[in-house]
């Protein structure tokens, strides 16, 4: 979370994969080592010479938690304070665009996040929106509760 906050991504995602279940049960040579469900985020990773790797402690609820912010909040960058949503995404490198399903309250927002191409990038320019075709001039969306599908566009 903090290398996300600080804008660098490469580290962040580094980390990630390196805490990611996943990538602790994709291999028989790594679920022999790891010896926790590759579906669970565990507590611990032991270093201790003889249980290096091993996962211990899954199915602790707060590291679920945890993982579950970091990957919405620091990694995709969604934030939500009150009605108020913004997107400020630590995308890796190799990503152009990732969506998000998101509901509020009765509402769907259907969010597509693009990054920029080069020639549009600029130096020091915000997170730029569209909320059903039309630009949206705050740095943030005003969410709606009206039981109705929105697109929200996000270039990066």
Known sequence: M????????????????????????????AIAV???EPYVVA???????????????SWYTGSAGWMYRLVLES????????????????MPAGWNAYSIRYRFV????QIQVLRAPPEEMQANVDVR???DGVRVK??????????REHTLGVMI
């Open 34 to 36: 790891y010896q926790a």
């Open 138 to 147: 705050a740095p943030w969306v005003q969410l709606l509760d009206d039981a």
């Open 106 to 109: 009765s509402t769907y927002y």
């Open 75 to 90: 990694l995709l960058g969604l934030s939500i304070t009150g009605d108020r949503l913004t997107i400020k995404p630590c």
């Open 2 to 29: 903090a290398f996300a906050k600080m804008g660098d991504s490469k580290r962040a995602w580094e980390l990630f994969d390196m805490i990611n279940p996943v990538n602790h049960g994709n291999r028989p040579q």
């Open 129 to 131: 929106y569209t909320l």
């Open 43 to 57: 507590a611990d990773v032991y270093a201790s010479p003889e249980h290096t790797g091993r996962g211990g402690w």
